[in-house]
DNA sequence: TAGATTGTTAATCGATTAACAATC
DNA sequence: TAGATTGTTAATCGATTAACAATC
């Protein structure tokens, strides 16, 4: 009974939409017709509503989107009504930087533990949170009803880790290493190759004037 | 003389095909063909050699890839052959992790400078490079010969701050905050918006079995 | 009702895959 | 030379855009 199968570049570009409902909402604008949207977002009003008709009828012809509803829709839609309970691993400036972000816990996203391999870092708190050993990792799992790992440790041991929380019983890995992790089909991985952001920004900017931007 | 006009898709890639390449390399690989690649990627060697074949024939019938010159090769594309001179805006956590991390420099990105609008971190130092107010940016951006900007501030000061940069002869920015920045066709900007990339692994987690991962 | 705007089908465009002749 | 493997053209597949009938 789910959804028939979205493409990839629709569901990259919903949190996008989220993202513009939330500050529409926030203004206090109550309708939105695809032709309006698209003008604020840079895209076409035939993408906004061929995209939101892969999930149904959002819309009301004569009237557009009602942003309240929309904004919600679309939140259910990328699971944003469902609770989360992540770990850390990995407490380096990286990691914690991830760890002070309060944004997420808006969004259903909790950290409820870090763990490190460092000694000297055990027993540290970052927001409440603490960093704990990496042998205490099994049982938190458990007992904590985890199901995302947010992987913030060098790539040599990023592979390993995620092997290891796929036993765990995790469900989905935020990988930050610099490797592509090897996991099965059902575990679900969304990768942050930050340097590979940076070196796409330096291509760009080697063969300007050929390029459009963005 | 530029290159035709290379696909969204085909630049997206490379960093990738670079990752394994520098991995060979230090493997001690010499030559691999695309087939052997394509495996070792997940990919398909008629895509290997069609995303190659976009910027020449770095190839050989026969023997197939050079690895180190190939290596080398999409380096330059990329243009990792040359340096960057970056700049920092925002030392919160976020901001402090990137500045700490040495890798960038290997490639070629040089962060000379740190600016923030906190007095009390004025003087401080990351690495050897200090936190400076932000009046003393754009003097700061000309002596310095400054072509990146790396913005780890809040989104509402994200914006203004994309449009002074551009005035003081930024070419590139990076950027952190969870907003769009509007800047002209010619600066090049690279977004890395962590909550949609978590909302992603949300949405596919909350669809599994239907979506078929990453 | 008339006007606006969606939902949806059809047309176009672009990207990926398959195939194979060229050539090392 | 024979075998391997590229570079490149053609075929397929998927995603975007355009158009318009349905309907609020």
Redesign the interface.
């Known amino acids: 009974m789910?959804?028939k199968?979205?493409s990839r570049a629709v569901?990259?570009r919903?949190?996008?939409y989220?993202?513009y409902l939330g500050e529409l909402k926030d203004d206090g604008v109550e309708r939105i017709s695809s032709n309006d949207l698209a003008a604020k977002?840079?895209t076409s009003a035939s993408q906004i509503r061929q995209d939101l008709n892969q999930f149904g009828g959002f819309g009301q012809q004569g009237y557009g989107y009602n942003v309240k509803y929309l904004y919600e829709e679309i939140g259910n839609?990328?699971?944003?009504n469902?609770k989360?309970n992540l770990i850390l691993i990995g407490a380096?400036?990286?990691g914690?930087?991830?760890a002070?972000?309060v944004?997420?816990e808006k969004?259903g996203?909790i950290i409820k533990g870090i763990f490190d391999k460092d000694t000297a870092k055990h027993g540290r708190l970052i927001r409440d949170i603490p960093i704990s050993p990496m042998e205490e990792m099994e049982q938190f799992v458990k007992k904590n009803d985890i199901?995302?790992a947010i992987l913030t440790i060098p790539k040599t041991e990023a592979v390993e880790a995620a092997k290891i929380l796929v036993r765990y019983g995790i469900?989905?890995i935020?990988n930050f290493a610099?490797v592509?992790l090897n996991v099965p089909?059902?575990?679900?991985?969304?990768?942050?190759?930050?340097?590979?952001?940076?070196?796409?920004?330096?291509?760009?900017?080697?063969?300007?004037?050929?390029?459009?931007?963005?």
Not at 77 to 80: N, P, T, Y
Not at 186 to 210: A, F, P, Q, R
């Open positions: 789910d959804e199968s979205i569901i990259k919903l949190p996008r989220f993202r977002m840079k839609i990328l699971g944003l469902k989360h380096g400036n990286l914690q930087a991830l002070n972000y944004n997420f969004r996203f199901d995302i469900k989905g935020w610099h592509d089909d059902d575990i679900i991985v969304e990768n942050v190759h930050l340097s590979e952001s940076l070196m796409e920004l330096s291509y760009k900017l080697n063969s300007t004037i050929t390029g459009k931007g963005e």
